[in-house]
């Protein structure tokens, strides 16, 4: 083929995608055209010369991992999958947007073959490729062995302006740099406009000058050449010690006479007579939709025996591995695989009364380092906040990059862990950075071979939401450590103390949230958390003391479990009243409940960990601990009440906290708001008497 042929293919291949994706967002009279028109040219190259991978085994472990993380150009990469030879047709394409169909507006992990990462709320796909290559380059440094690297790949993100402003992107820049996760290579489709303007008006900073800053290599391209795109990705692999930013420049919508370099093209069909006239203008059928040249289709779907034969060749590596080291080899297909160690509960902690008061971190604590030492790939870490999450994972050192320089006068280089330095540290030291810390875990878990978890304060949740929001929609494997609370915190006041956070958390669907009582609860809570896979699981838990209760005499803690489980009962009969408790409230509970019982009132306790768990056991086990028949109930739980009224109903009360918090020792606050045996027994006789007067 001479150059001039070649040229010509590449621009019909270029061509292909940029129309394919104008077609289906003009009959899904919906979408965003303009950046799959801009991009097109460096998607291309990407996938045809550059990335590594499979569309016969879209999870082959060894694959570059491609994030859009701009997902309004999800027919962008629904071309690519299409043309390439994935388990998408044409049909699919035909569907964007639809009820049903596979190619949703924005890309959803789990819904369309080859899509790594949920994307759309900008930013969020940047967040997730820092996990992404985490988990690369901590698999590469925990299993590779000398002439046997089986963990050897890429991850590849194409950005937007907007993904660019965002602050869990800027997060995750910085610590990327920190970490110099060389792996990672951002494609920045700069075209200078969003959905309402030019970023003349919100977006004028020097952002490969940014990225520098942060210890990232750059280049500036222009992003519709093919032998520049080429070339610099080529120029970014080279570089192993940093993350590589590539700034195309771009035209959005390139090759529509009126829309080119216009806002209108960003998030609108172009309609039907502009479709026509881009056509025109790029020597393309008018009359003919959905149209692929057949030359064009050869080129991208030579994809599928580079693909197995990359793969066949990965598979020949992992036989020599096997070969040389079996006990490694085993230990890395079967975190590959997400199974756990046959014994990996069988050192966790046990905890009595005679322990004395516990808080429910330091109990976390003790769950995490017995945790760390059988199941391997355990790997987290805190937002600055190990000393107070009580999460390091002590002598399992620090995820730190290999190149790190110390002068005599640089602060100690390890963290409050211990342990050396280097990509097979397992504990991560996130920073101050909440949003992308979350983001990242995501794209962790998402790679596959991890179990990550993070931690930080309960009411920085707040701060971790969108991130928290996509885990669950993808049904990621995350565990988040929420400590510090309740208004219990004491004298930080209410700007740290949470209150409508538990409320906010449980509304989210595939999310699970476990409030344990006590220092056994806890335990429990981990054991159902490290085999929860169907989204991600919060564990929540107490800076301060709580007595350890005597399961001799109380229900056994694995009835967290079943979400609620009767702790205590006054008689065998049906109770006059059930006290339902979450977390430090239920030793509350507990105090009144003796009170009670002793005045004749026959009472039932029930710890209440986790909402979701309950809602999931058959009806007869619910109606066993909450019987239909027993209306004087109160839930007790030093947080906001909303939501408590499916378990009291309209004849029960709710002892919660109305507006925030305040400054003062933890005792006091939670006095003075209502948090005390005196309260709730007063709470239950006044219910009571209201359903007899």
Known sequence: ?????????????????????????????????????????????????????????????????????????????????????????????????????????????????????????????????????????????????????????????????????????????????????????????????TLSGTTYLTFREDVGARFEASGWHVQ??????????????????????????????????????????????????????????????????????????EDA???????????????????????????????TATQFSRVLAGHLPEDWDSQLPTFTSADGEMATRDAGGAVINALSGIVSNLIGGSADLDPSTRTAMKGRGDFQGPLVEQSDNDLPTQGTAGGVWGYNGRNIHFGLREHAMAAAITGMALHGGLIPFAATFLSFSDYMRPSLRLAALSRAHVIHIWTHDSIALGEDGPTHQPVEQLASLRALPNMMILRPSDATETVEAWRVAMQHTGGPVGIVLTRQKLPVLDRTVLGPASGLAQGAYILTDAAASSPDVILIATGSEVSVALEAHTRLVRE????????????????????????????????ARIAIEAAAPFGWERYVGLEGAIIGVRGFGASAPGPIVIREFGFTPENVVATAKARLQAQTG
């Open 1 to 193: 083929m001479t150059r001039s042929e070649r040229s010509a293919l590449d621009r019909r291949c270029i061509n292909t995608i940029r129309m394919l994706s104008v077609d289906a967002v003009q009959q899904a009279n919906s979408g965003h055209p303009g950046m799959p028109m801009g991009a097109a040219t460096m998607a291309f190259i990407l996938w045809t010369r550059h990335l590594r991978h499979n569309p016969r085994n879209p999870s082959w472990p060894d694959r570059d991992r491609f994030v859009l993380s701009a997902g309004h150009a999800s027919m962008l990469l629904y071309s690519l999958l299409f043309l390439t030879g994935y388990d998408v047709t044409l049909e699919d394409l035909e569907q964007f947007r639809q009820w049903g169909s596979r190619t949703p507006g924005h890309p959803e992990r789990g819904r369309t073959p080859g899509v790594e990462v949920t994307t759309g709320p900008l930013g969020q796909g940047v967040g997730n490729s820092l996990g992404l290559a985490i988990a690369e380059r901590w698999l590469a440094a925990t299993f590779n062995r000398a002439g046997h690297e089986v963990v050897d790949h890429y991850t590849y993100v194409l950005a937007s302006d907007g993904d660019l402003m965002e602050g869990v992107a800027a997060e995750a820049v910085s610590l990327a740099g920190t970490l110099q996760l060389g792996r990672l290579i951002v494609l920045y489709d700069s075209n200078r406009i």
């Open 220 to 293: 500036r391209i222009n992003g519709h050449d093919p032998d520049t795109v080429d070339e610099a990705l080529a120029a970014a692999r080279s570089v192993e010690g940093r993350p590589s930013l590539i700034v195309a420049s771009t035209h959005i919508g390139f090759g529509s006479p009126n829309r080119q370099d216009t806002w209108h093209a960003h998030g609108e069909p172009l309609g039907v007579d502009e479709v026509r006239l881009t056509k025109r203008a790029l020597e393309w059928p008018e009359d003919r939709r959905f149209y692929v040249p």
């Open 297 to 327: 289709l050869l080129e991208f779907r030579a994809s599928l025996d580079r693909g197995s034969e990359l793969e066949a060749a990965w598979r020949r590596r992992m036989d020599a591995f096997a070969a040389a080291h079996p006990h």
């Open 600 to 631: 004749g009132i026959q009472s039932r306790v029930v710890s209440m960990p986790s909402w979701e768990l309950f809602e999931r056991q058959p009806q007869d086990y619910r109606d066993a601990v909450l019987p239909p028949g027993v209306r």
